[in-house]
């Protein structure tokens, strides 16, 4: 990784990406002795939560003390931050007392902020644009449950929001057939799937965006889908649920166009009953409880991972 930071999941190269997930899983072994406590001894972290948080600040907290750090977890309405600081002087505070901060923000442009003013890496823990580091635990569940991920069909169904973003990078770094059915007007972005496109030609992945379900679930190794409603997207909510129901429901109908030993994945945390049925996410295919364990163990190979590259720039 050239940069300091995490922020789209793009800073990564197909390499770099398989050792986080090689390490992911020998954290995951290992957790049980206690493997690489100690490995972030003496280690400073800022989590900033500007939105709220589950998963990520569990993970996040627990993977830090697991491996010798601490961590401050700080909600933005109870900083400075939320009374008109602004993030460049947060950041170059921060950067005097942490060594690396981990942001949830609203608006992307305010992890990017945060990482050009700050001398220390920083990890966008969700934006509204991008989710890097749950990528990281979907492919590490994917490789899990089909021992590979070059050539796999991996379908998104639903909304092109901040995770389906950052997936089409993951996958396009990791030789994945990524296909993605929105509904008109709900696409993921255009710089996402140009970025992944530009990989995908280098790593033999391809990418395919269709209105149509059906399409993209035909013969899938996976099924993922998200919320209709992302944080910060509630006003929308009537509007979204007339143009996604019932077309783009991951259910029993939609699920059975997939192969039958395919998965269905979620980052979780679902809206039983909207975009996903609870006989698919409480199904036997299900791995979404998978899914949410290994943002722990990749978390903590992510936060090595950076942590040691930020100690080969200063040298
Ligand atoms: N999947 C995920 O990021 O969950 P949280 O919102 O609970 O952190
Ligand atoms: N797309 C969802 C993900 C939650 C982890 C959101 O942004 O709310």
Redesign the pocket.
């Known amino acids: 990784m050239e940069e300091k930071d995490f922020l789209t999941l793009s800073e990564l190269n197909p390499e770099d990406l398989n050792y986080i997930l090689e390490l992911s899983a020998e954290f995951k072994d290992g957790r049980k002795d206690g493997f690489g406590h100690g490995l972030l001894k003496s280690k400073q972290f800022a989590l900033i939560f500007e939105?709220?948080?589950?998963?990520?600040?569990?993970?996040f907290q627990v993977a830090i003390d697991e491996l010798g750090g601490n961590a401050v977890t700080l909600s933005s309405t109870e900083m400075q931050l939320g009374r008109g600081e602004t993030i460049e002087d947060t950041a170059r505070v921060l950067s005097r007392y942490v060594h690396c901060i981990m942001a949830?923000v609203i608006s992307h442009s305010s992890v990017v902020k945060l990482a050009t003013y700050s001398s220390i890496p920083v990890i966008n823990?969700?934006s509204d644009l991008y989710?890097p580091?749950?990528i990281l635990?979907d492919l590490l569940t994917l490789k899990e449950k089909k021992r590979k991920l070059e050539g796999l069909n991996v379908a998104w169904i639903g909304d092109g929001n901040n995770?389906c973003n950052s997936w089409l990078i993951g996958a396009s770094l990791s030789g994945i057939n990524f296909r993605v059915a929105t509904p008109k007007g709900y696409e993921p972005l255009d710089e996402a799937v140009s970025t992944a496109k530009k990989i995908a030609a280098e790593t033999g992945a391809s990418i395919y965006l269709t209105e149509e379900p059906e399409e993209a679930v035909k013969d899938a190794d996976c099924v993922m889908t998200d919320t209709f409603v992302s944080?910060g997207f509630d006003k929308e909510r009537e509007e979204r649920m007339k143009v996604f129901m019932p077309k783009y429901q991951v259910n029993k109908q939609l699920f059975s166009l997939a192969k039958s030993d395919a998965i269905f994945m979620h980052?979780?945390?679902a809206h039983r009953g909207e975009e996903v049925t609870d006989e698919i996410i409480d199904g036997p295919n299900s791995a979404v409880f998978d899914q949410?364990e290994n943002?722990l163990h990749t978390t903590k190979a992510l936060l090595c991972f950076i942590m040691r590259g930020i100690e080969r720039l200063r040298v």
């Open positions: 939105k709220p948080s589950t998963r990520t600040r569990v993970s949830r823990g969700l989710h580091v749950q635990a995770v944080m980052c979780l945390p949410a943002r």
